[in-house]
Nanobody
Framework: QVQLVESGGGLVQAGGSLRLSCVASRRTFSSYTMGWFRQAPGKEREFVADISWSGGSTSYADSAKGRFTISRDSAKNTVYLQMNSLKPEDTADYYC???????????WGQGTQVTVSS
């Protein structure tokens, strides 16, 4: 079992930045693919970014490319999402997720709220 705890959400003006953090409970964190998803009010949860177990491979949703950066620190069992040039449409609950490579996203955090004001 992997427990994930997100932090770093908040209220920011358009054009601003936030860094989300997700701490994993399990010491085998380094073997999991980690990802970030988001869910805006009235919308389905959507993929934002993910990073391989080694940190050598990342992928992003089109909406995140060029503005968001995902990274991980295995020594701290933590994955980050640096979000720059935020837009009001980035307003959502952001969720950290983990999975065994090639499997489904099995583990989820409780979410952290991001609100971008115009």
């Amino acid at each position: 079992q992997v427990q994930l705890v997100e932090s770093g959400g908040g209220l920011v003006q358009a054009g601003g930045s936030l860094r989300l953090s997700c701490v994993a409970s399990r010491r085998t964190f380094s073997s999991y693919t980690m990802g970030w998803f988001r869910q805006a009010p009235g919308k389905e949860r959507e993929f934002v970014a993910d990073i391989s177990w080694s940190g050598g491979s990342t992928s992003y949703a089109d909406s995140a490319k060029g503005r968001f950066t995902i990274s991980r620190d295995s020594a701290k069992n933590t994955v980050y999402l640096q979000m720059n040039s935020l837009k009001p449409e980035d307003t959502a609950d952001y969720y950290c997720a983990a999975k065994v490579p090639g499997a489904a996203w099995d583990y989820w955090g409780q979410g952290t709220q991001v609100t971008v004001s115009s």
